[in-house]
């Protein structure tokens, strides 16, 4: 089993949590969005929506983050020798969809410097130009990438577009606090696949500098929060790039990269 992902992608760490937490072995291929390697042609080829994470089988190739975290819970399960094979219960699976319904992509780039936000923009432009030309087979592909990005920037101009998506969270993140008052994990009192949705998302939150707002204000929150990183899935798909000065390298070898990148104008 192949997992194409990378450290930055939401998604990708919600599939590693599941993976992790049903201790399922697979092989990882880091695939950075900041360096545009998922503009690669031959990652391109397999995927022209270029979105992470991509979860291979053999010839069984599934994109969708939700179907891949359910197709782990069969794996394990299977493997567990157990003859009746549930899938997450229904109140599990409302939660996994609940959360995914928020998108992160305009909360988060809205609370990146917009000078760093431009540069990377353009840096992601270039590749894309370069690549169209390079493969050409792929040249309409490319350009509906292009025009995405165009659109991204656009949006992001647009008030009413920012703030949508923040009231959105703000109303998935009192759902939570309600229910975390009830039991200690958001399906009861077990750690789940709803937990997997959720917790990326929080961390998101931190790394933004946003925990005092959006998760020390909800109580239940900040007590749930506190207890979920101390899982050994959350320390070994997150915490390892992203706790403390971990973060600082994460961002600065990404950030060098697309620097010189630039500077030699190798796209």
Request: some cysteine; charged content about 25%; overall charge positive.
């Amino acid at each position: 089993m192949q997992l194409y992902h990378h450290p930055y992608s939401l998604d990708s760490q919600r599939v590693r949590l599941a993976l992790e937490e049903k201790g399922i072995d697979y092989t990882s291929f880091h695939v950075n969005p900041v360096t545009v390697k998922n503009m690669d042609a031959s990652f391109f080829r397999r995927n022209p929506s270029a979105k992470l994470p991509v979860f291979q089988n053999g010839h069984h190739i599934i994109y969708n983050t939700i179907e891949i975290i359910q197709y782990v819970e069969r794996i394990a399960l299977v493997s567990s020798g157990k003859e009746n094979i549930p899938s997450s219960g229904g109140e599990v699976t409302a939660w996994m969809h609940r959360i995914k319904q928020w998108n992160p992509k305009f909360f988060t780039l809205s609370h990146i410097p917009k000078k760093h936000r431009d540069y990377v923009s353009k840096f992601i432009r270039q590749v894309i130009i370069a690549r169209m030309a390079e493969a050409t087979d792929l040249a309409a592909a490319y350009h509906a990438k292009l025009v995405q990005v165009y659109e991204t920037e656009d949006k992001l101009k647009d008030p009413a577009v920012l703030k949508q998506s923040k009231e959105q969270l703000i109303r998935l993140l009192d759902q939570v606090e309600k229910k975390l008052n009830e039991s200690a994990y958001l399906a009861g009192e077990e750690f789940s696949m709803a937990d997997v949705m959720l917790v990326p998302v929080l961390a998101r939150l931190v790394l933004l500098n946003l925990k005092e707002e959006y998760i020390d204000s909800r109580p239940n929150t900040a007590k749930y929060w506190i207890m979920v990183q101390q899982r050994p899935s959350y320390k070994k798909v997150i915490g390892k790039y992203f706790s403390g000065w971990r973060k600082h390298k994460t961002f600065i070898r990404t950030w060098c990269f697309v620097h010189i990148r630039t500077i030699l104008r190798r796209f």
